[in-house]
Every structure is written in structure tokens, then in C-alpha cells.
């Protein structure tokens, strides 16, 4: 039987993984980069990444907002924000990722500008993304493939 990993925490007190996806490239790497989860024992603050339960789903992504009541959270490399995140969907955060022998650390200098970069972009990064798939599309349709 597979636990869940709200049980792990539960029993061990830590949670560790590779990552899966790409919502939060360039910072994390799908299957490459192993991650240390703990427990979430307090509100987590802005700029702190959230393991969360979304239905069935365990997301990864970066509190961009912090709201009385919830959250709002992003991954990297997102363009869509997950309003209403509450305090009882977040299992853990991230405490820190492993890159072969080398260890990220979370609470240096370089990694806080990366996660103050990061948030103060998203709204640029959002529009190019649309932009850039809008042209897309448009010249998919003017030179297509015809059959």
C-alpha cells in the first residue's frame, strides 16, 4: 500500500522526492532535482513554496500573496494564479533542493532575489506568453499545413 504523503510527514517528519513537471522551472527541473518537504507548522510567508492538495493533485508552487484567510500561489513558471489556497490544503514546504551533490540553499542572498524577480514578473511574463501564443496561433492558421 502506498502512504500518502501527509502520512510520511505525519511519521517522519520530513517528506523527500524528485519533482515532476515543469510548473516551477528555471528553479526546480522535472526529475532531476531532489526536494525536501517538512511540515508547514506555521503560516507560511510570501516567497515560500507550498506542497498543497488541489483534489487529488499535490502541487509545488511559490506563495506570491499572503491573504488572512488563504493564499495566493504560482509556480515559476505559471501564468495562472491559484487563488483561495487555505491553511488545510497546505501539507508542507519546501525546505530544500538537492542537485546532485550540490545543495540549494533557501535562504541565501541569490535565491532571495530569484524569488523577488520571479513574483515581480508575472504579470510581464504573463502578457509576453499570451502575445507570443496568440502570434502562434495566427500563423498556424495563415501557413499551415494544407492537406
Given amino acids: 500500500m502506498n502512504k500518502r504523503i501527509e502520512e510520511l510527514l505525519a511519521e517522519d517528519g520530513i517528506y523527500v522526492s524528485t519533482t515532476s513537471g515543469v510548473s516551477m ?3 526546480l527541473r ?9 511540515p508547514a507548522c506555521e503560516r507560511l510567508k510570501k516567497y515560500d513554496v507550498a506542497l498543497y492538495r488541489r483534489g487529488d493533485d499535490y502541487l509545488l508552487h511559490r506563495v506570491v500573496k499572503v491573504l488572512p484567510d488563504s493564499y495566493i500561489i504560482c509556480g ?3 501564468i495562472t494564479l491559484e487563488k483561495g489556497i487555505t491553511d488545510a ?3 508542507g514546504k519546501l525546505t530544500e533542493v538537492r542537485r546532485g551533490e550540490k545543495t540549494v540553499r533557501l535562504d541565501g542572498f541569490r535565491y532571495g532575489v530569484y524569488c ?3 513574483v515581480a514578473t508575472f504579470y510581464p511574463r504573463r502578457a509576453f506568453r499570451r502575445v507570443k501564443g496568440a502570434v502562434y496561433s495566427a500563423a498556424k492558421k495563415l ?3 494544407k492537406k
Avoid: E, H, K
Avoid at 30 to 38: N, P, W
Fill in 25 to 27: 522551472l528555471p528553479m
Fill in 30 to 38: 522535472d526529475r532531476r532535482d531532489t526536494i525536501v518537504i517538512t
Fill in 143 to 145: 501557413f499551415g499545413r
Fill in 116 to 118: 523577488r524577480y520571479i
Fill in 76 to 78: 515559476d513558471n505559471c
Fill in 89 to 91: 490544503q497546505v501539507i
